[in-house]
Structures are given as C-alpha cells and as structure tokens.
C-alpha cells in the first residue's frame, strides 16, 4: 500500500493540474491548487522526515486559502452551471496537456536512470507533470488567476523536483516565502482585474 500511495498521489496531481489548464471555474481551480499541494505532501521524500513535507502542505494551503478568500470577498463567485461541455480554446489546452503527459511519462525513465538517479520515480514524474503543465497554463491563459496558478504550478513542480535531490532549510523558508508572495501579488492582481471590469 506505502508504494502505491505515491502513485495515487502523482496521479491525482497531474489531473488536478490538467484541470486547472482547461476549466475556467474559479472555485474548481482553487481545489485544485490545493489538491496539488496535498498530492506533494504525499509524494515528497521522507529523508530529511516529514517536516519538509508537512511545510510544503501547510504553505500550499494557506496559498489556496489566500487566493479562495480573496475571490470570495469580491463578491465574483458566481453559481455557474457545470456544463460539461467543454470549448474549443479548452479542448485545445486539454489535447495540449494529455501530449505532454505523454510525452513526460516517455522521457521520466531515461531521466531518472540518466540524470536523476537519487530523485524516486513519483517524485520526478509529479515534479516534472507539474512544471510542465505550469509553462503550458502560463503560456495559454492570461487572467491573473490562471497565471498566478499557473507560476504556483510551475514552482511546486519544480520545488518538488529540487527537494528530492538536495534539501537545506534556508532553501525551503525561501520556497515558502516565494509562494506566500506570489499568492498576495496574485490577490492584488485579481482584485485590480476586477475593478477594472467594474468600471
């Protein structure tokens, strides 16, 4: 069960973060920002004990809440009708995200026997499934919700990617800084967004 957790996690991660690439549901996006960060906690490696994880979780959840709290205070959660019927801008990001899944379950084997031996093979392919789907998000999507998802997405991955090959404290408190901020920057932006479409 201990080993197939880790899969379950980078499982749900990866389709945590596809979904926040295609949906333009902004209380779905901001579970699925959390349900990334617990996916994390989980695949993240236990050498250095569970305080680096638990860190990343606790950070990545005030970060969703954040974000959550700040949409909610606006006023602009609206009751939308889940309408399963997706777009063409989001079939085209979705068919985007699947190829590079694809493309990223290819090329983690080689990466790990040739360049990541030390990383563990859930932690690489959630690190890397993050990263790109983060550059993909950011690329495709310009509202400052979906990019300031899409740059948490990024660095999640690739803070999950650099705590399976080296960890140091001072390294984690900036990660976590870097996050917190991005998280305010992200609520400031969103509100002047709003504002702006007030006027």
């Known amino acids: 069960m201990s080993t197939i957790l880790p899969w379950i996690a980078v499982f749900l991660g990866i389709l945590a973060a596809l979904i926040n690439l295609v949906r333009r549901k902004w209380l779905v996006n901001v579970i699925g920002l959390a349900v990334q960060y617990l996916c994390i906690f989980i695949a993240f ?51 985007s995200g699947v190829f590079l899944i694809l493309l990223m379950y290819w090329a983690v084997p080689w990466l790990q026997s040739e360049v990541f031996p030390q990383s563990s093979a859930p932690a690489l392919t959630l690190g890397f499934g993050l ?43 900036m990660f976590a800084m870097v996050n917190l901020l991005l998280a305010q920057t992200g609520a400031y932006f969103i509100i002047k967004d709003l504002e702006t479409e007030t006027l």
Do not use: C, N, W
């Not at 959840?61 to 801008?89: C, E, N, Q």
């Not at 550059?135 to 310009?142: D, P, Y």
């Not at 997405?153 to 399976?164: C, D, K, N």
């Open 131 to 173: 990263i790109l789907l983060g550059l993909l998000q950011l690329g495709s999507k310009a509202e400052p919700l979906y990019v300031i998802i899409g740059l948490l997405t990024f660095l999640s991955g690739f803070e999950l990617l650099y705590g399976s090959l080296e960890f140091s404290a001072l390294t984690e408190a």
């Open 45 to 95: 490696p236990r050498t250095d004990g569970i305080v680096p994880a638990l860190l990343k979780v606790i950070v990545g959840l005030m970060v969703a809440l954040v974000i959550y709290l700040t949409i909610l205070s606006t006023g602009s959660i609206r009751k939308d009708k889940i309408d399963l019927r997706l777009s063409s801008g989001e079939l085209f990001r979705g068919i």
